[in-house]
């Protein structure tokens, strides 16, 4: 079963008008609420590729009521740790002129050091029964930017392999426990690393640099140029680049990409081996499902994420090379 943990979830609201007129009124054509927040974006794709999971987060008031029903709905079992005030709303607001989406992502609640402690147990419990643990998204208003370090320090020590998804200070903390595979974009590799990763070359250094310094894997997502996995004491990197597909909205899609690529480890019982995943086909293949469901989620509405079978149609398409 894959564990995923989200400390700042959230009730995505997605809204789609003709056209975004600022400082007048709108009429939308379209709306729908999903369950958000990078953790619970991780569950659903897994589900929704027929595996196990469970989703555990921090939540509060009626928004996280709502919450708890939407997965509910989606048949997804979940434990939340309940705090005071409300789960944020983040609204997504998708126009055709000018055509593009706009986000409004909100803070969050502020959470206590006693909340974050029983989130901690509720994760040290379901950790047992865990094939991996997903660790992922922004940490919410209180809780300290060591979080994630210490959690995986925990399950480390349990010997559960875990992937930290997130960035900022939250992910410099987060690198010193060592945690078996991290996925930064583009940008957040960038801002961690400190230079620029212009070219596909400069993006592969920096995958090798990142392993040289603590996880077992990394993933450096690159939206439509697809991602780039480098793995500890291998010479190579593996890029998977995916076919063009229709874009609607990107939002999530690399939440999908870690379902997938732990998705296809699991199916191949490589998420506890030790060393680093080895570089031969079973690497490849779970890198192919990763981007195919990071393009098959983009090709959906807002958070919709992706659909099985649109997976299966990207996934013999998405090409694998070694650098």
Same mark, same amino acid.
């Given at each position: 079963m894959i564990v995923t943990l989200t400390l700042n979830p959230s009730l995505d609201e997605w809204v789609r008008v003709p056209r975004l007129r600022l400082g007048e009124l709108n009429r939308a054509t379209q709306y729908v609420r999903y369950p958000g927040g990078k953790g619970i974006n991780v569950s659903r794709v897994v589900h929704e590729l027929g595996g196990k999971t469970l989703a555990v987060a921090l939540a509060g008031g009626s928004d996280g009521e709502i919450l708890g029903d939407l997965l509910a709905r989606y048949g997804i079992p979940h434990r939340f740790v309940t705090v005071p005030g409300s789960t944020r709303n983040n609204y997504q607001l998708q126009s055709n002129s000018p055509q593009g989406l706009t986000q409004i992502n909100c803070p969050g609640p502020? =959470?206590?050091?006693? #909340?974050?402690?029983?989130?901690?147990? =509720?994760?040290?419990?379901?950790?047992? $029964?865990? /094939?991996?643990? =997903?660790? /992922?998204?922004?940490?919410? !208003?209180?809780? !300290?930017?060591?979080?994630? @370090?210490?959690?995986?320090?925990?399950l480390r020590r349990r010997q559960i392999p875990t992937?930290?998804?997130?960035?900022?200070?939250?992910?410099?903390?987060?690198?010193?426990?060592?945690? +078996?595979?991290?996925? !930064?974009?583009?940008?957040?590799?960038?801002?961690?690393?400190? +230079?620029?990763?212009?070219?596909?070359?400069?993006?592969?250094? *920096? #995958?090798? +640099?990142?392993?040289?310094?603590?996880?077992?894997?990394?993933?450096?997502?690159?939206? *439509?140029?697809?991602?780039?996995?480098?793995?500890?004491a291998q010479p190579q990197v593996l890029w998977a680049k !995916?076919?063009?597909?229709?874009?609607?909205?990107?939002?999530?899609?690399?939440?999908?990409?870690?379902?997938?690529?732990?998705?296809?480890?699991?199916?191949?019982?490589?998420?506890?081996? @030790?060393?680093?995943?080895?570089?031969?086909? $079973?690497?490849?293949? *779970?890198?192919?499902?990763?981007?195919?469901?990071?393009?098959?989620?983009?090709?959906?509405?807002?958070?919709?994420?992706?659909?099985?079978?649109?997976?299966?149609?990207v996934f013999p398409r998405v090409t694998i090379r070694t650098l």
């Open positions: 502020r =959470v206590s050091a006693a #909340a974050v402690g029983r989130l901690g147990e =509720v994760i040290r419990r379901q950790a047992v $029964r865990a /094939s991996c643990v =997903v660790l /992922s998204g922004s940490l919410p !208003p209180g809780a !300290p930017a060591t979080t994630y @370090r210490r959690l995986i320090a925990t992937v930290l998804d997130t960035s900022g200070a939250a992910l410099r903390h987060g690198l010193l426990a060592r945690p +078996w595979l991290i996925k !930064p974009n583009r940008q957040e590799a960038e801002e961690l690393l400190g +230079w620029r990763l212009r070219r596909i070359a400069d993006v592969a250094h *920096a #995958a090798k +640099w990142l392993v040289a310094r603590g996880p077992l894997l990394a993933i450096i997502s690159l939206a *439509a140029e697809g991602a780039i996995l480098a793995a500890a !995916p076919p063009k597909v229709r874009v609607d909205s990107a939002v999530g899609a690399g939440d999908a990409l870690v379902a997938g690529f732990v998705s296809g480890c699991q199916a191949t019982q490589s998420l506890r081996a @030790r060393p680093a995943l080895s570089f031969d086909r $079973r690497a490849g293949e *779970a890198l192919r499902l990763g981007v195919a469901c990071g393009a098959a989620a983009a090709m959906t509405p807002g958070t919709e994420l992706c659909h099985r079978v649109d997976v299966e149609r």
